[in-house]
T-cell receptor
Framework: LAKTTQPISMDSYEGQEVNITCSHN???????ITWYQQFPSQGPRFIIQ???TKVTNEVASLFIPADRKSSTLSLPRVSLSDTAVYYC??????????????FGSGTQLTVLP | NAGVMQNPRHLVRRRGQEARLRCSPM?????VYWYRQLPEEGLKFMVY????????ESGMPKERFSAEFPKEGPSILRIQQVVRGDSAAYFC?????????????FGPGTRLTVL
């Protein structure tokens, strides 16, 4: 199983760029890397997904090296409202399985004023 | 377009009672996933369903837990004879397609408390 390892917590200040790295040494060929954000008492919210290299959308960038054994979520210019738990999820859903759809403990990001 | 809906949002049961959690996926979504989250922990996959079919229930306890997604109506997660250890937040997610695609849309969750 592609177990993921993330820092337990990170602190940042408003306006800074935040990079959260996730290690997934046993990632399988078919696995995608997906990041979710979760606020207290809410369900997770999809942020970004990638397979390799770099993916960018309106809220974040995802950097994946060639060996795919890690990935880095980059949040540009964070604000107080970005304080949340960020989960790295590695796995795949196929027609017969939802293999590895298990979130790790996540990274608690706290943005300070 | 309404998001994933779950009800009830909070459910209190005494030990030995049954708990029924309902999930209505987003319009057009035919894939539903159930997760359980214990306090201070990440979400743990329980079961993946399509309409009228259980695709993967590898994360679901073998006893007391069952799930269904009928042709009509919401998906139901049923917990029989609840115990205190079942107290958790249960999240439902839906997606419109499969095949290595992990973008799931989550509901607000049902917080189950077993007294």
């Amino acid at each position: 199983l592609a177990k993921t390892t993330q820092p337990i917590s990170m602190d940042s200040y408003e306006g800074q760029e935040v990079n959260i790295t996730c290690s997934h040494n046993n990632i399988a060929t078919n696995d995608y890397i997906t990041w979710y954000q979760q606020f207290p008492s809410q369900g997770p919210r999809f942020i970004i997904q990638g397979y390799k290299t770099k993916v960018t959308n309106e809220v974040a960038s995802l950097f994946i090296p060639a060996d795919r054994k890690s990935s880095t979520l980059s949040l540009p210019r964070v604000s107080l409202s970005d304080t949340a738990v960020y989960y790295c999820l590695v796995g795949a859903v196929s027609s017969g399985s939802a293999r590895q759809l298990t979130f790790g403990s996540g990274t608690q990001l706290t943005v300070l004023p | 377009n309404a998001g994933v809906m779950q009800n009830p949002r909070h459910l209190v049961r005494r030990r030995g009672q049954e708990a029924r959690l309902r999930c209505s996926p987003m319009k057009g979504h035919s894939h539903v996933y159930w997760y359980r989250q214990l306090p201070e922990e990440g979400l743990k996959f329980m079961v993946y369903l399509q309409k009228e079919n259980i695709i993967d229930e590898s994360g679901m306890p073998k006893e007391r837990f069952s799930a269904e997604f009928p042709k009509e109506g919401p998906s139901i997660l049923r917990i029989q004879q609840v115990v205190r250890g079942d107290s958790a937040a249960y999240f439902c997610a839906s997606s419109p397609m499969v095949a290595s695609y992990n973008e799931q849309f989550f509901g607000p969750g049902t917080r189950l408390t077993v007294l």
